[in-house]
């Protein structure tokens, strides 16, 4: 947790509470790292850009809160992407953060797939996106090689991936929890929407003591027992008051990350860190446009000027719209 600071120990929890955060946190007593995140102008401006229907919207909150739970571990300057791929109404989501701050994200949705499962009622963010794959992709730059882990989908949401994803790639016992809510308003004002989150890791100085269960070869003899471990206490009553959570609480305006992790684990003693702020922002310019328009051959650019002489181009996360001329996209090279 280089660059954070605990806070005062033995001082009462903050009851201000504070939004677009993240708090890390330690429980010395349960060998329980974590973090927590609030999200609420910012969650906000990041739907603000599309006409998202409120199902959708509770999806592209969840990838959100999971993306910066995630990203915000990065102790470099980098990218982390998580993008799921799936059959479900809601097809396709990315979340996009930059470390140490900044989040966008967007979503791509079949309307008469929506409507009829809104019809099922199986509108819930794990019913929404289906079977697939999840993809988490850290990367630190154009002078080192990508990171990429892929886990499945299985119709159980992103908190069940994620859970996944720790068990096979990192072999680090974790728990995640997602909320995410809209605030209606009184009077005809426009709704709000908030998210939270909390992710807890076991990490004992003694990794023995975190050992997990083999996982199954695919093709063991019928029969066989599957390989069991007997988990540590310490990470039994973690997990355990990790599952004591309701949403309602990742979520309230009036609770604070300080006071949330302190109702968690105060019978054992937490130390939380100074929370960092969080910015819906977009990393688009017209220079990197230009740059992927580059990337074309002269024939698939020519292919792209519209009948004004034009060629328009949309970021998908912000909505904004770039222009360019026919000279431009061509680099003079305008003749049939």
Known sequence: MSGETARGAGRPAAEAAQDDIVTAFQVDALDLRGRTVRLGSTLDQVLAHHNYPPAVKRVVGEAVTLAVLLGSSLKFEGRFILQTQTDGPVDMVVADFVSPDKIRAYARYDVAALAEAETRNATSPAALLGRGHLAMTIDQGISTNRYQGVVVLDGSGLEAAAHEYFMQSEQIPTRVR??????VKAGGAASSW??????AQFLPQDASRARMADLSPGDAPEGTAA?????DDAWVEARSLVGTLEDVELIDRDLSSERLLFRLFHERGVRVFDPRPMAAH???SREKVSGVLASFSTDERREMIQDDGKVTVTCEFCGRTYKFAAEEVLGGQTDS
């Open 194 to 199: 908030r998210a939270g989150g909390l992710l």
């Open 282 to 284: 977009c990393s688009c």
């Open 178 to 183: 997602l909320a995410v809510g809209e605030e």
């Open 227 to 231: 390989h069991a471990v007997d988990e």
